[in-house]
């Protein structure tokens, strides 16, 4: 197996990329679009703990578009083989000081393209 080859290191940094800017700017759709729609799904949110995609989408359509904003650290994304990857990052809102967010993501390769098949947002205090 190789493990961050260039290539489809670079379409899952793509995928990551467009996933952030969705998500701070609220663009629900594309949100959407890069979660696999399938019950098996999971997202485990700051707050709520979502399995499927029917879950993920109406959490999605409900929630607040204020202080999404948010800067990105040590955002590490690896790729194993072909069609699987994992994306990790801290990052930081003006909405929650003194907070160090994190987000884990798993990537999948599916016909359709890349799609997260779980993800989990936790906050910690800030040291």
Known sequence: MVIDD???K???????RAYETALTTNDVPTLEALFRDDPLTVRYGIGENLYGMD???????????VGLERTLAQTQIT???RDAATAMTLFTRASAPGKIGRQSQTWMRFPEGWRVVAAHVSLIDAE
């Open 6 to 8: 260039p290539a489809v």
């Open 55 to 65: 879950a993920i989408r109406a959490f999605r359509r409900a929630r607040s578009p």
């Open 79 to 81: 790729t194993y083989g």
């Open 10 to 16: 670079a379409e899952v940094e793509a995928a990551f």
